[in-house]
């Protein structure tokens, strides 16, 4: 039974910074394409930061310089680590596995995902 888990989030207000981690378990963690997304209030789901079974990075341009992926094959985790955070960084954030083992912005590329872990960040 494949699941994602996020934890991590909060709330901080904006130049603080919060880590966010997704365990994921039931199938081989190694051989996907893991992402994180994330969907504010009336927006759709956007994606923050992908990371390719082969350990190929890429992240969004609004957070580019503020958000670090780290993917421990190991653990079967991928971490989130963001600095300098924004009000418009907002959001619920969630974890993806991809269908292969690579990655794309697509939502469609995404069979499963976490439940959602909540970041506030006030001005």
């Known amino acids: 039974q494949v699941q994602l888990r996020e934890f991590g989030g909060g709330s901080v207000q904006a130049g603080g910074s919060l880590s966010l981690s997704c365990a994921a378990s039931?199938?081989?963690?190694?051989?996907?394409?893991m992402a994180w997304f994330r969907q504010a209030p009336g927006k759709e789901l956007e994606w923050v930061g992908l990371v390719s079974a082969r350990g190929t990075k890429s992240y969004i341009d609004s957070v580019k310089g503020r958000f670090t992926l780290s993917r421990d094959n190991a653990k079967d985790t991928l971490d989130l680590e963001m600095n300098n955070l924004k009000p418009e960084d907002t959001a619920k954030y969630y974890c993806?596995?991809?269908?292969?083992?690579?990655?794309?912005?697509?939502?469609?590329?995404?069979?499963?995902w976490g439940q959602g872990t909540q970041v506030t960040v006030s001005s």
């Open positions: 993806g596995k991809g269908i292969d083992e690579w990655c794309t912005s697509d939502t469609r590329h995404y069979n499963y």
């Open positions: 039931g199938y081989n963690v190694n051989a996907y394409c």
